[in-house]
């Protein structure tokens, strides 16, 4: 998965959400902001916890 790319997202679709014209507009580029963050942030857990289990056997 490439962070780069997730991040890059979010951030078009946070830009395209504060200058939407109309609230529906808002909201779907609002949503798939969080849907970005949830991926950044799953992404993020999994290197964590695969992390621990590697010191953890070292």
């Known amino acids: 998965m490439d ?3 997730l991040f ?3 951030q ?3 830009l395209r959400a504060r200058g ?3 609230p529906e ?3 779907a580029h609002e ?3 969080r849907g970005y963050t949830e991926q950044i942030l799953a992404y993020r ?3 964590r916890r ?3 289990v590697e010191r953890e056997a070292a």
Do not use: D, F, H, P
Request: no cysteine; net charge positive.
């Open 50 to 52: 695969q992390e621990t």
């Open 31 to 33: 949503g798939l902001a």
């Open 45 to 47: 857990n999994t290197n």
């Open 20 to 22: 939407a014209t109309n």
């Open 8 to 10: 890059y997202r979010q």
């Open 25 to 27: 507009s808002r909201a």
């Open 3 to 5: 962070l780069n790319y």
């Open 12 to 14: 078009i679709s946070l």
